[in-house]
């Protein structure tokens, strides 16, 4: 049982560590500020919430395995936002709808 | 083991960035980085009291205050950048980092093995403070005179930064009121977070007498939601001449003190508590204490006085 655990964590960190990578270069690569965006908030909400699915399975406390996802909405709060306002002044205040 | 090295090698390319940065807001983003590097080699080094201290204040806050610090440097920056100091101040400066580098190096490397340390005392003791954390039992108990300077520096820089506001806008409220505007993502965000960081904010006041966090760090968050509440044009800045304001503002120290005096008549020694009532003192320290303290950090970013004062 604690080996499929321990291979299910595996998998899921190291999906996450890809995506982080994968957004770290485009976050690098990408041409302008707004592919850039998107490519930052696959590492931040695809990334860390593969990461702590992953830690999920380790955990024995369940109000720890709570904070942990508490940590990944907030992170998806805080990210989605900051995309938001930074797509807005890289917009010059102009609002396109753009979805990232 | 590859993981600390790679820190320590991040940590002193961060720091070399930073100070090598022409653009000042570069220069804060670096600074906040290589802060965030520091709390997760506090993490590494078993601290992780001194790493919620160095995230929340030391990279948090204080990066907050440097931004708020450049984009007030903005409209002079193109000027400043292009005096460069002489030559001999150039070299005073370079001589006096290595000499002070050298020294601290020198410290590290000849320290007696194994390194003098009361943590064996504390251990012995800690019953006696009524708490379980020994972090919380030094800053509160055994060097609670540390911590009530602390205090009594921040309110100091508070004044201090109160003072540079032009007469006539004297007492007014700090900063630029900002516009609320009901249907933006900030409005959302401050809507959502509020409840949730003040939750937050008093669980890490609460626990730091068992585990990890306590009145500073407890503080910062309040702080920080404060500040948020104010960016989103929630609410504004108080006027600085508001006299409830101004209580607030000495009441932790003030009770700290109190206790403190007391101390004499009832143990013996200024910041003595008798052990019977020891945690029940501190308590009653931390509450306003920790309520002064997001007070004064929210008011060191929102600045001096900027808008009239209503008279």
Do not use: C
Request: net charge negative; charged share 10%.
């Amino acid at each position: 049982m604690s080996l499929a655990l321990d291979a299910l964590t595996f998998l899921a960190v190291a999906a996450g560590g890809f995506f982080f990578l994968a957004g770290t270069v485009g976050l690098l690569r990408f041409p302008d500020t707004l592919s850039r965006l998107h490519a930052l908030t696959k590492a931040d909400n695809l990334g860390l919430g593969l990461i702590v699915l992953g830690l999920l399975f380790q955990m024995e406390d369940p109000f720890a395995a709570l904070k942990l996802v508490a940590v990944w909405l907030l992170t998806l709060l805080a990210g989605g936002a900051v995309t938001q306002l930074i797509a807005h002044a890289a917009l010059g205040g102009r609002s396109a709808g753009v979805t990232t | 083991m590859a993981l600390d090295a790679v820190l320590a090698v991040l940590v002193v390319g961060v720091a070399v960035w930073t100070v090598a940065a022409r653009d000042t807001f570069a220069a804060v983003v670096g600074f906040v980085a290589f802060g965030l590097l520091v709390a997760l080699i506090w993490v590494r080094l078993a601290a992780p009291d001194v790493a919620l201290t160095e995230a929340a204040l030391g990279s948090g806050l204080t990066g907050g205050l440097l931004l708020g610090a450049s984009t007030r440097l903005g409209r002079t920056e193109a000027e400043a950048t292009g005096e460069l100091p002489g030559g001999l101040l150039q070299f005073a400066a370079a001589t006096v980092s290595v000499l002070v580098s050298a020294g601290l190096i020198a410290l590290v490397l000849l320290l007696p093995e194994p390194a003098p340390t009361l943590a064996p005392k504390v251990a012995a003791n800690i019953a006696a403070t009524g708490l379980q954390n020994p972090v919380t039992a030094v800053l509160m108990a055994y060097r609670a005179i540390d911590t009530l300077l602390e205090v009594m520096v921040l309110l100091l820089a508070l004044v201090g930064m109160w003072s540079l506001a032009p007469d006539h806008l004297w007492g007014g409220a700090p900063g630029r009121r900002e516009p609320a505007d009901p249907d933006g993502v900030l409005t959302f965000v401050a809507q959502v977070l509020l409840p949730v960081g003040i939750l937050v904010a008093i669980h890490i006041f609460w626990v730091g007498s068992v585990a990890p966090g306590g009145e500073f760090q407890g503080a910062t968050i309040f702080a920080a939601m404060w500040i948020l509440a104010t960016m989103a044009g929630l609410a504004n800045t108080p006027p600085v001449m508001r006299r409830s304001l101004r209580l607030l503002l000495i009441a932790g120290p003030a009770v700290f003190f109190a206790i403190g005096l007391a101390g004499f008549a009832i143990a013996g020694a200024f910041l003595a508590y008798p052990a019977d009532y020891a945690k029940l003192l501190i308590l009653i320290i931390e509450i306003p204490l920790t309520l002064s303290i997001a007070t004064t950090l929210a008011l060191l970013v929102a600045g001096p006085p900027e808008q009239e004062p209503q008279r």
